[in-house]
């Protein structure tokens, strides 16, 4: 296993949720990460928290400019190099099949899959130099069908898919890939989507515990090692790992 300190990491995504839980792991570890969000009170947030290791860059991942603005940044922040790219930056979408509009569609396979796609073909020379990894986060919606995600489910699978062929191709330039797929955490992306409020947040979670076969829903720190484990992990590649609690099982008490 590889040492994350003194490891360059740039996190998509990174003002909140899993990204921000990955970014206090990595800085704990002794990493510089450059985290990148939209929203800079939430960046600036998070820099004063975990303080010099971490970098912030605001930036829009659907935007060319603001990605290649985040590469440089985190080359810059890691002393010229890059380690490893995690992306993190996703929205929750949701629609009825009988509902479908193509502008929705289209938002949601830029926002998780093509900004993901293109951040990562940038990043390959760098990669290709540190031995370094990327690394996805997927979803166990692709385990389970939760009836009117499948615009969200559909972006996940994606992601699985292209961390095989990734894994299959970058290979021989000895860069390794990665999909992370969490289950229930408590994050902001089911408030940021309207599904339900903050103050509904804690019942329906709970409700979704039991789905667990360890009877809870996770952290976002409990995924970040998982995270932490495909970055480091030497001889691991092109794996759909499920950092899930055993939601993925569909195990029953019937």
């Excluded at 890691?78 to 790219?85: C, H, N, P, S, T």
């Excluded at 796609?117 to 031995?131: A, G, K, N, Y």
């Excluded at 615009?151 to 992601?159: G, I, Q, R, S, V």
Aim: proline share 3%; glycine share 12%.
């Amino acid at each position: 296993m590889k040492s994350m300190r003194e490891m360059s990491i740039l996190v998509t995504g990174g003002g909140s949720g899993i990204g921000t839980d990955c970014a206090r792991r990595f800085c704990q570890e002794g990493a510089r990460v450059t985290i990148s969000g939209r929203r800079l009170e939430k960046l600036e947030a998070v820099q004063a928290e975990l303080g010099e290791h971490c970098h912030i860059i605001q930036g829009d991942v659907t935007e060319q400019g603001d990605r290649e603005r985040m590469v440089a940044a985190a080359v810059a922040h890691g002393g010229g190099k890059l380690d490893a790219l995690v992306n993190n930056a996703a929205n929750m979408y949701r629609q009825p099949v009988d509902g479908y509009t193509e502008a929705f569609l289209q938002e949601a396979f830029n926002t998780n899959v093509i900004s993901a796609m293109m951040l990562s073909s940038m990043v390959v020379p760098h990669l290709e130099m540190t031995q370094g990894a990327i690394v996805f986060i997927g979803s166990t919606h692709t385990r389970r069908a939760f009836p009117g995600a499948s615009p969200y489910a559909t972006t996940k699978a994606a992601l699985e898919g292209l961390t095989k062929v990734m894994a299959a191709e970058l290979g021989p330039k000895q860069i390794r890939t990665g999909c992370i797929l969490p289950g229930a955490v408590s994050t902001e992306l089911n408030l940021r989507a309207g599904i339900f409020s903050a103050e509904e947040a804690p019942d329906r979670y709970d409700a979704v515990a039991g789905l667990h076969a360890l009877g809870r829903i996770g952290t976002g720190t409990e995924v970040a090692e998982g995270v932490e484990y495909l970055i480091c992990a030497e001889w691991v590649t092109g794996v759909a790992l499920e950092v899930d609690g055993g939601i993925g099982l569909g195990a029953s008490n019937f």
